[in-house]
């Protein structure tokens, strides 16, 4: 059932016990919307908790290292910036029942009530409103959540999606206390050192097609054993395909353990990432989105470059 | 003259042949201030127009491709984001007698009526209260410049500077039309291809000392040859080793085409970089600084590596 942020409100206040699922492989908007939410029901006496299927990645830890984790048997369970039930990972099977769902993917598919908001660039904006509605004065550490997803959604405020109200928020989250600079510095300013040698590796992999209009950089399992690094890490490499002048389709792909393969495609408007995707089973969104392989790295990008092609040529047509 | 807003707007009203320069070397927040400064004195019927000592790189060609030069004599002389007259470079000369400065440096000599506000990120935040001040509508041609100065000013709202004023006047100038995604695009997300190519080099360049925490990238002239690129696009390499962990002192080395190199400094807290520059005859500020060297390269690295040593090592014995 599709509802609105008044709605979810009330059905959060309605329940308690309540266990908030973010996706697998966390990144800052689906981690930010579940502690920002976390912390809000705890405000108003709430029992909760935030799970994910995978490790956390340290750089997040101030999300949450003054939450004290607790057990117990959940009443209610919410899913966080989770388009799909297949996204949460191995967590999936564990909860097959969602009770609701807060999210901001044109792919949702709608598996609980639904909260959904396509157009806002940050499921934290729309969890801003949510806490708002819930009636909790967000403090500092709310703002510190809700901030993360805001600026790790938007490319720290940079991407096209981006709009006044977003800035409008990350103002009001900054008097509330949120730590913007630092928050920043660690999202954007900070590369490990295993991060800066497979970057290396994956700038010397990239390579241009269809005019220079297709960049694809191959991130294979050597490369992880060569730099110490590893997919966590892999996060911050799909937007370098895009920056280069002329390019219109940047695809990354990730070869997996076992020799299967998943694809990052960022794009500027000539070329529908989502629409893209799915082509291969995947979704996102119209700039940014993924889809999954079964063949290998080479296969994967025979197959995606000539789908390009004919994408970025039919476009060509329309535009002329 | 110290004045405050409501004065500027005031003084600016009373004077027509308004003359705005710009600092030499220009950036988005000195165009911005002073295209969008100009736009909204001719809203209101002055004469008026925006010059600089040096060519205006191509990017910021959208601040003013719609307004018409005009020649005049002028009565009123505007100088903005300029902390020092010498900093007007060759205009400096020219224009002896500065009637107003609109301006956000602490190291500002006060050498006109002078508008000052030193904990503001950018300047383009001071204008948009100035023409607010002069009652004009801001439409999308200002907010676009506004936006622009901003967005360049704060790294993308990422520094720590960044205050919620910042992020509520980008608000309101989104509402008023100023394309942020475009904006920011061609500010951050524009690499040329031979850019591209020389980044990939110089990061396959890139060598650590001392524990890791010197990174050192050299750029030689054969590398400009391999990839199209230029000592003018050298300027987005230097942040580049200061990014990754641990690392205290970046250092880029420039080879010159008569075989002598500049180094770019970048450093953290525990050395500064105007000190370590000072050594070698050069200066700059306390994280980013700059020197020359009569040597080659390798020379010149060996000398700089050195020298870290012995700073951080001292720095480690006082820390301890």
């Known amino acids: 059932m599709k509802i609105d942020v008044t709605k979810c409100a009330e059905l959060l206040k309605e329940h308690d016990n309540i266990l908030i699922l973010t996706h697998a492989h966390p990144d800052g908007d689906t981690l930010g919307s579940g502690f920002a939410l976390c912390r ?8 909760c908790a935030v799970i994910n299927a995978d490790e956390i990645p340290k750089k997040y830890s101030y999300l949450f290292d003054d939450i004290v984790p607790i057990k117990f048997k959940p009443d209610y369970v919410v899913a966080v910036d989770v388009a799909t039930i297949n996204l949460l990972g191995e967590l999936e099977s564990e909860y097959p029942h ?15 009530d639904n909260l959904l908001l396509e157009d806002v660039p940050a499921n934290c904006q729309i969890m801003y409103d949510v806490i708002n509605a819930l009636g909790v004065e967000i403090n500092a550490g709310i703002a510190n959540c809700l901030y993360t997803g805001l600026t790790t959604d938007t490319g720290c405020f940079r991407y096209d999606s981006t709009t006044a109200q977003t800035y409008r928020v990350a103002a009001e989250l900054i008097e509330k206390g949120a730590e913007n600079g630092r928050i920043n510095r660690i999202m954007f300013e900070t590369k490990t050192k ?3 040698r497979l970057e290396r590796l994956a700038l010397e992999s990239m390579r241009f097609y269809d005019n220079e209009r297709v960049a694809v950089i191959t991130i294979t399992q050597e490369m992880y054993r060569l730099t110490g690094s590893n997919e966590q890490e892999t996060e911050a ?3 370098l395909t895009r920056q280069i002048e002329g390019v219109e389709v940047g ?17 500027h408007n000539m070329i529908n990432a989502a629409e893209l995707a799915k082509c291969f089973g995947g979704g996102g969104h119209a700039q940014a989105a993924a889809c999954r ?3 290998d790295v080479k296969e994967a ?3 995606l470059v000539e789908k390009c092609g004919e994408l970025l040529n039919d476009g060509n047509n329309l535009h002329q």
């Open 237 to 239: 490499i799909a937007p």
């Open 293 to 295: 392989f079964d063949c």
């Open 301 to 303: 990008r025979r197959q």
């Open 98 to 112: 969602i009770d609701l769902c807060i999210d901001h993917h044109s792919t949702n598919t709608e598996y609980a």
């Open 251 to 267: 695809i990354t792909i990730r070869e997996k353990a076992d020799g299967t393969c998943k694809a990052s495609l960022r794009t």
């Open 40 to 47: 809000a029901l705890m405000e108003i006496g709430k029992i």
């Open 194 to 196: 295993t991060y800066a």
